[in-house]
């Protein structure tokens, strides 16, 4: 028998982070992953951006959300001992003028932080220029998911367990009992495969499937930026982009499809007209819900069952504020922000 205080369901992004955070504030713990099911975080740029490009503001509680975020994944990079982020600037290509009026203006007023105010016109080596020119979001950057789960996994040792979970095993009473796992707590972080999860399948979830490419090009140059222009173009390392990504709320499954290809592919051609061979095509499907904010907090029976999931589109600039909001919630039930809870769902749970 192992005894433990928390079980956490997935080693996605969301149980990677509440692992870590668990466990730096005393926690024992079980992670309990197939990495098989979901190639959600494994197939994602982990790009942060700190503006919402369709209407020009700042990404919800940005302001909150940045300092944790850079905080959290530094303090891993020294746990690790390994470069985990990437500072950068994305680079916003203007196609009308009326678009460079609202990005001057919020410059100077709401995202003071988070815009350049020059507007550049020099070409950047290999991407289509626009006679408009183009300006950057300051204070963006990505973190490196697959090595970031990868070393999590490695750091969680024997607290690893790599199986399916089974729900039909679990078993509730004073205790939280799992095959040969005893726990006071346990936290599901499933992401979009909780729809299988009896607990929470009455959250409305409203998952996005989204593929990417990994793409060579030895024409481009564009240095640590982020191209954003209907698309996102980012640097890996020396010649070596992630090209991303596509939105499918229908086709819900993992496989990659010849669609999101051929739609990459013509995202790809109006950044550049430079040659480029496909290296790698990826796909994962997004745990977004129906008001996209994240899902947190407990079951509403079962206080000692939680949930992590709901991260959507932005699980890297979520998951450490928010993680930290649900350890507090665990060890001293420091009450969740209405935004954020399950309970906001509890009209949907059926006893
Ligand atoms: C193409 C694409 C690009 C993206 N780009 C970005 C980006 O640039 N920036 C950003 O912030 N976000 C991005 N995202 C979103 C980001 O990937 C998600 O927000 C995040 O990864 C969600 O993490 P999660 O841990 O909740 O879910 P998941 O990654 O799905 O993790 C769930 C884990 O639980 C496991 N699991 C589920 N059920 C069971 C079970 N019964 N037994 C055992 N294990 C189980 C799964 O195998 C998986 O390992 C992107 C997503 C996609 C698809």
């Not at 997935?10 to 149980?15: D, F, N, R, Y």
């Not at 079980?30 to 209407?55: M, T, Y």
């Not at 080596?125 to 006679?131: A, D, E, V, Y």
């Not at 009450?335 to 059926?350: G, I, Q, S, T, Y």
Request: aromatic share 10%; glycine share 6%; proline share 4%.
């Amino acid at each position: 028998m192992i005894n433990v205080d928390v079980i956490v369901v997935g080693q996605g992004l969301a149980g990677s982070v509440l692992s870590l955070k668990l466990k730096e504030q005393g926690y024992t713990i079980a992670v309990i992953d197939q990495p098989e099911l979901s190639a959600c975080s494994k197939v994602a740029a982990g790009i942060w951006n700190p503006v919402v490009f369709k209407r020009l503001t700042k990404s919800w509680m940005i302001d909150e959300l940045l300092p944790e975020l850079l905080r959290f994944y530094r303090q891993q990079e020294k746990l690790f001992n390994a470069s985990l982020i990437t500072e950068r600037e994305i680079v916003k290509i203007f196609s009308e003028q009326q678009e460079i009026d609202l990005w001057k203006k919020k410059a100077e007023g709401e995202l003071k932080n988070y815009l350049d105010e020059a507007i550049y016109t020099d070409e950047i080596t290999g991407i289509k220029k626009s006679p408009l020119g183009y300006s950057k979001v300051l204070r963006a950057g990505n973190l490196d998911v697959k090595l970031f789960l990868q070393l999590t996994q490695e750091y969680l040792k024997d607290g690893f367990i790599n199986e399916e979970f089974n729900y039909k095993d679990l078993r509730i009473s004073e205790t939280i009992d799992y095959k040969n796992i005893k726990a006071k707590h346990i936290v599901f972080a499933d992401g979009y495969l909780m729809k299988h999860n009896p607990y929470f399948n009455y959250v409305p979830f409203k998952p996005a499937k989204g593929e990417v490419l990994t793409v060579g090009s030895e024409d481009l140059d564009i240095g640590s930026n982020i191209i954003n222009k209907n698309a996102f173009l980012m640097q890996l390392e020396n010649g070596i982009y992630k090209l991303g990504a596509t939105y499918n709320w229908d086709d819900l499954n993992e496989a990659k499809s010849e669609v999101a290809l051929n739609e990459l592919q013509d995202k790809f051609s109006k950044l550049s007209e430079a040659p480029y061979k496909i290296i790698e095509h990826e796909a994962g499907v997004r745990p977004s819900v129906i008001d996209r904010r994240p899902v947190i907090g407990s079951h509403p029976q079962h206080k000692k069952i939680f949930v992590f999931n709901g991260l959507g589109t932005k699980g890297v600039m979520l998951a450490p504020y928010f993680a930290q909001k649900l350890v507090d919630h665990i060890k001293v039930s420091e009450p969740l922000n209405d935004e954020v809870n399950v309970a906001r769902f509890n009209k949907f749970f059926v006893h």
